[in-house]
Structure formats: structure tokens, C-alpha cells
């Protein structure tokens, strides 16, 4: 008999979800618990593995669609004749608001070509018919490597369709905002419409941060701690400093709600922390950074930086934090601008240090300076409060000891 899957709650609120990658395509086969489909939420990606054990007879969306929970993901053919309700995790999935998405258009392959939606789609763009590839994927299903590997003479005359020139003139192309892209923007369009921006700029001098940081490495190398010794980045012990100021400072760590025409000033330090990923920009969550140790935060930073860029971080690691820290010099970047994160009224952003003349002791040496930006939420704050939070954060900066000291 055939059942249908669908798009099953989330939780956190996701009402829809972004085809990210199926790992099934039709006519194949598959088991219980095989990875079936990945999809992204406005909190992360989630694999999602096949509860049923049978063949794959239609697909409900194609890669980049966007899915309403409770839509049909796929259909399966099961033998399995007391197999006829979806798992209590579909089950709960509340009904969709708008039709299911059309199923895949046909593909260049026959029905029983194994290959994923992105694997038909490449080979449509490259005038390849799948029926003629052998794949080297499990069950013969066809990997990427496979199409690279067809004779020239296969081809159609001219080479692949999608290099022919066009009569008609080019004006660019057109692609779909999916994906990381998607929530960064929708994310910054609401920021930049909706919270009136503050801003503070420094230059500081970081010798000493730069300093205190080739000791601290020492001495976690001395006690035979040496992942921890790695770990311990420049922007490890900036992020530690953030935490500690933050605590001082209420409101750049509260959240406006002008609906309910209220502030909320947060108890603890939930610390945003920007990664540049191959998918986008992620903001993982330092939870409590204002309690952990200096070693604790970098651990985590270094655990985070990890997940984000393997695509393996988990929803409760992106759900919304309370300030946020950004890192550009990373990229080799000496100065930026930051935008608020919805829901926050802060962000803190570190350029690259550079080497600069810098009066010291009455004399003019040459030091390393960095650049702070931080921008604050003007409704939840005024310049003056704002002006103290980064005269603070630059002054710790630029004198560490203390702060690291009690933190360590």
C-alpha cells in the first residue's frame, strides 16, 4: 500500500521549512530510518530519516521549495499492509496552510535512474541523459562523480545546452533567495526598518590583550593542556571580556517589545557569536557566557565555530541569544559595520589589529590597534549609556588583566 510522510513539527515555532537536499529519489528503495531529506528552518538544518521501509513513489517538493508543515514530503510504496498512519511525529504535524507543492518536473532520466532531484537537475544543465550513466552509488544510484565520467561523444552536438550563447541579449541572471541567505536577509531587513541604530566607534590599542594571551597559552601548555591552549583564540578572550562587561551594562542586554510597550532586561549573558560558513552567516549561541570561565568560553567558541561550519549544530545551539559579538577581523577586515540583531539591542564588532604609531610612556611607538564598532538599539537606550558601555568594553580591552583574571 502507498502511505505519505509529511513535513512534521519542528517545534520552536517553525511554521515551514526549505528543501535543503533529498538523499531518495523516485523508484528507489529504502529502509526505516535511512536519511531521507534535509531541511532548513529559520533555526537550522534538520535530517529528517525515512520512518518507513519500501519504495519511493513520489517526491512532494524539489530541492530549494519551501514546505508547509504538514505537507506531503514523500510517498512510499510499503509491503507492509498495517503500516497506515504517518509516526506520531507526523501525526501531530498540523495541516498545511496552502496546497502541497507541486510534484518534481519530469527529468531527462527514466523512472528507474537513481539519482537525487540535484543530480537531475545538474545533468538536465549539462545535456545529460541519465539513463546512460552507470552509477557508482549505492544500489547503482548515480553520484555527482558519475556524470564527470560520460564521453564527450554522449553530448549533444555543440556541447551541453546550457553553454549555448542565447539569441536574445543578456541583462544577468535571476536565482532564488534560499537557504542561509534567505533568513540573513529577512533577519537584517527587519533589523535596519525596524530598530533605530546607535553607533560607537574606537580605535584601541590590544598589545596587552595580544600579550596576556601568548602568557595565558603558555601556561595551559605548561600544565599539558594543549587542545585548551588551542582554543584559546584573540577573539576567545574578546568574547570573554564582552560577557563581563555586558553584565554591567542592563540595556545593551534586554530585548524591546513595543507591541506590549515593554523592555526586558535579561539576567544572564546568552552571547551571539557570528561564523562565516560555505552556507552563509550562522550565529551560534554562547549560553550563559557571563558565568563560564575564560577557558569555558573558548571551548565552547571552538566547539560552536566547528558545528557551524560542518553543518552540524543543533536547533537549541542558534535559538535566539541576548547581545551579539562579530568578529570580522577574522576575514581581514580592519573596520566594519554592525546591524542589531532582531529582538536585541547590541552588537559588538572587532576589526583586524593593525599596526599603528601610538603614544606610550610620552613617546611615539608602534603599536597594534584595533577597531570597536557597537551599535545600540536608541529605543531601548541613549547615547550616553551606550558611550559608557564601549568606553568600558575598550578600556578592558585594552587592560585585560583584572577582567581575565577574575574570569580564569
Known amino acids: ?84 498512519a504517518a509516526p506520531e511525529a507526523a501525526t501531530e504535524a498540523v495541516s498545511p496552510t496552502q496546497p502541497p507543492p507541486a510534484s518534481p518536473s519530469p527529468s531527462p532520466a527514466r523512472e528507474g535512474a537513481l539519482a537525487s532531484p540535484a543530480i537531475r537537475r545538474l545533468a538536465r544543465e549539462r545535456g545529460i541523459e541519465l539513463e546512460s550513466i552507470a552509477g557508482s552509488g549505492p544500489k547503482g544510484r548515480i553520484q555527482e562523480s558519475d556524470l564527470g565520467t560520460t564521453p564527450a561523444a554522449d553530448l549533444p552536438p555543440g556541447g551541453p545546452a546550457s553553454a549555448r550563447p ?86 545593551v542586554n534586554a530585548t524591546v517589545d513595543l507591541q506590549q510597550r515593554q523592555i526586558t532586561y535579561h539576567d544572564r549573558v546568552d552571547l551571539n557569536v557570528a561564523v562565516s560558513t560555505p552556507q552563509g552567516l550562522l550565529a551560534p549561541v554562547v549560553r550563559a557566557a557571563d558565568t563560564l570561565s575564560m577557558s569555558g568560553i573558548a571551548r565552547e567558541l571552538q566547539r560552536l565555530g566547528t558545528a557551524a561550519r560542518d553543518g552540524t549544530l543543533a536547533a537549541s545551539d542558534l535559538t535566539r541569544g541576548t547581545v551579539t559579538a562579530s568578529n570580522y577581523g577574522s576575514l581581514g577586515s580592519p573596520s566594519g559595520t554592525t546591524i542589531i540583531q532582531p529582538g536585541q539591542t547590541a552588537i559588538v564588532g572587532f576589526g583586524r589589529a593593525v599596526e599603528k604609531p601610538v603614544v606610550r610612556g610620552g613617546a611615539i611607538v608602534v603599536g597594534s590597534v584595533m577597531q570597536v564598532h557597537c551599535s545600540g538599539d536608541h529605543r531601548a537606550m541613549d547615547g550616553l549609556e551606550l558611550q559608557a558601555f564601549t568606553a568600558e568594553l575598550a578600556a578592558t580591552v585594552e587592560n585585560p588583566a583584572l577582567l581575565l583574571a577574575e574570569r580564569d
Open 166 to 251: 542565447s539569441a536574445a541579449p543578456l541583462s544577468g541572471r535571476t536565482l532564488p533567495l534560499r537557504g542561509s541567505r534567505r533568513l540573513v536577509a529577512e533577519a537584517m531587513s527587519e533589523a535596519w526598518r525596524t530598530i533605530p541604530h546607535i553607533t560607537d566607534l574606537r580605535e584601541v590599542e590590544v598589545s596587552n590583550l595580544l600579550e596576556a594571551r601568548r602568557l595565558l597559552k603558555a601556561r595551559l601548555e605548561s600544565r599539558g593542556e594543549a587542545e585548551a591552549a588551542q582554543a584559546l583564540t584573540v577573539f576567545a578572550l574578546l568574547a570573554t571580556i564582552v560577557a563581563g562587561v555586558v553584565s554591567r551594562h542592563p540595556a
Open 1 to 84: 500500500m502507498e502511505v505519505e510522510f509529511r513535513l512534521p513539527d519542528l517545534g520552536e515555532g517553525v511554521a515551514e521549512a526549505e528543501i535543503v537536499e533529498w538523499h531518495v529519489a523516485v523508484g528507489e528503495e529504502l529502509s526505516a530510518d535511512d536519511p531521507l531529506v534535509d531541511v532548513q528552518t529559520d533555526k537550522a538544518i534538520v535530517s529528517i530519516p525515512s520512518p518507513y521501509t519500501g519504495k519511493v513513489v513520489g517526491l512532494g517538493a524539489e530541492e530549494e521549495e519551501m514546505v508547509a508543515v504538514g505537507a506531503v514530503l514523500v510517498t512510499v510504496e510499503t509491503a507492509d499492509a498495517a503500516v497506515g
